[in-house]
């Protein structure tokens, strides 16, 4: 279980975990769907128009029922049910933050071996020009980024396509963003103002390009013009620096890119963010330089994660910006969020400020980013669930204890 806040935030918890008996259509990309119908039997020549029209009922108008696809005859409405569900991750847990952040822990099904259901974090952010919706990529994470909570969770697996989508189905379920979504009366509707996802960052749990083909395929659900519509220039992957993945990313995906970047010497990124030591700093710029369709309209984002006297000097801010000269770039400096059992401090707000001054004085407008959700463990890098990898030699022990070392 997340941590829950007693002051003013809510959450909603559901106890009995839903087991997945059928494959899930809601988050497939069209060539999943296309063979799903093909195996119910529906005849190869009119997959596409039957794609197409479950296409607009899943990610236009966000139905949970085959009932309600008024359009699609009875027979196929009765077949499509007896094969498949269209069933999102089952929400575990909903937080809201007194800032009117969310966060939702998600339960998704067990596959293959699996004794326990894995769980993985997803966070809603609305603001006064724009609402951005954190996603995750992976249950847990291989790096082990020394400030980051998500990074002591060992790695539980990928995420499939259809729950790196479901994660956005069930953000705009809980938060009434479907067109004509009526108030359910449970709580589930945000005022108007704060409403709709208008961009998505993939910073949640794991490292998006150790996931790569999945976290693709999701974007390009997302971005379907027929569909979520989510506009490619609004999503953002961010990454660790997994250099050679960095170029096929933006060839393949094309969405904005940002670099955790938290360091501008090898020894010390080494130690805070380790993939370092296999793709240090030059070799990372140098992917960042060539990244396809990089350009003062479209520049890539520096993470910098300010560490009470570790990385926040300003011979560090002075450095960091000769780093990224000629790479169009933005800044974001980002308060250490602490969690349970960190030996890390945030910098001093005075520190923040005059960090920033030197990196604004050089040109880069680089508004320091105010921590959301901070009281429901919800901010950058607070996220962690506390699914674990059970070894084969535990797996025949069910039921499983709790494999639980204290987290969130
Ligand atoms: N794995 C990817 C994306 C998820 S982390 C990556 O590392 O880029 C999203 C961002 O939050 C990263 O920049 C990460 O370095 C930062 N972060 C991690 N832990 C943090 C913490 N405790 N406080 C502030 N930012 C943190
Ligand atoms: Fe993984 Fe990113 Fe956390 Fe590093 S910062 S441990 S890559 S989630």
């Known amino acids: 279980m997340v941590a829950v806040h007693p002051t003013r935030a809510e959450s909603a918890v559901s106890p009995e975990p839903v087991r997945a008996l059928k494959p899930t259509l809601a988050g497939m990309t069209r060539a999943q769907m296309?063979?799903?119908?093909?195996?119910?039997?529906v005849p190869d020549k009119q997959q596409r128009m039957r794609v197409n029209q479950l296409w607009?009922?899943?990610?236009?108008?966000?139905?949970a029922t085959f009932e309600a696809m008024t359009d699609v005859s009875k027979d196929l409405?009765?077949?499509?049910?007896?094969?498949?569900?269209?069933?999102?991750?089952?929400?575990?847990?909903e937080q809201v933050s007194i800032d009117g952040t969310r966060k939702w822990l998600l339960r998704l099904p067990k596959r293959g071996h699996e004794v326990r259901a894995p769980e993985v974090e997803c966070v809603y952010i609305p603001e006064e020009d724009r609402g951005t919706l954190c996603i995750s990529s992976q249950v847990g994470c291989t790096l082990t980024c020394?400030?980051?909570?998500?990074?002591?969770?060992?790695?539980?697996?990928?995420?499939?396509?259809?729950?790196?989508?479901?994660q956005i189905l069930v953000a705009k379920d809980r938060i009434g963003d479907w067109p004509g979504a009526t108030p359910p009366g449970d709580g589930a509707m945000l005022p108007v103002s704060e409403r709709k996802i208008t961009n998505i960052v993939l910073m949640g749990m794991g490292e998006p390009l150790y996931n790569f083909d999945h976290v693709r395929d999701a974007m390009d659900v997302a971005s379907d013009g027929e569909g979520l519509s989510m506009s490619k220039r609004r999503i953002t992957l961010s990454t660790s620096g997994v250099v050679p993945e960095i170029g096929r990313w933006g060839e393949e995906a094309g969405t904005m890119l940002a670099i955790s970047l938290h360091a501008v010497r090898d020894e010390l990124r080494d130690v805070l963010v380790p993939i370092n030591k296999k793709y240090p700093i030059a070799e990372l710029l140098e992917a960042c330089r060539n990244y396809p369709g990089v350009s003062n309209a479209r520049r890539i984002t520096f993470e910098y994660v300010m560490l009470k006297g570790v990385n926040d000097s300003l011979a560090e801010a002075?450095?960091?910006?000769?780093?990224?000269?000629?790479i169009p770039a933005k800044i974001n400096l980002i308060p250490f969020n602490p969690w349970p059992g960190t030996d890390y401090d945030c910098s001093d707000w005075a520190q923040i400020e005059k960090f920033a001054d030197v990196v604004n004085k050089a040109g880069y407008a680089s508004p320091v980013r105010t921590p959301r959700g901070r009281d429901i463990l919800a901010a950058c890098g607070q996220?962690?669930?506390?699914?674990?990898?059970?070894?084969?030699?535990e797996?025949?022990?069910?039921?499983?204890?709790?494999?639980?070392?204290?987290?969130?």
Not at 383 to 393: D, G, P
């Open 318 to 326: 002075r450095e960091l910006v000769r780093l990224l000269a000629g």
């Open 395 to 408: 797996r025949v022990a069910a039921p499983v204890s709790d494999a639980t070392d204290g987290g969130a």
């Open 77 to 93: 409405r009765a077949k499509l049910a007896d094969h498949y569900m269209l069933e999102r991750p089952e929400i575990v847990a």
């Open 383 to 393: 996220l962690k669930s506390e699914s674990q990898r059970v070894r084969a030699s």
């Open 146 to 166: 020394t400030f980051c909570h998500t990074g002591t969770q060992k790695l539980v697996r990928n995420l499939e396509v259809e729950e790196i989508v479901g």
């Open 34 to 41: 296309g063979a799903a119908l093909k195996a119910a039997g």
């Open 56 to 63: 607009k009922w899943i990610y236009v108008s966000g139905v």
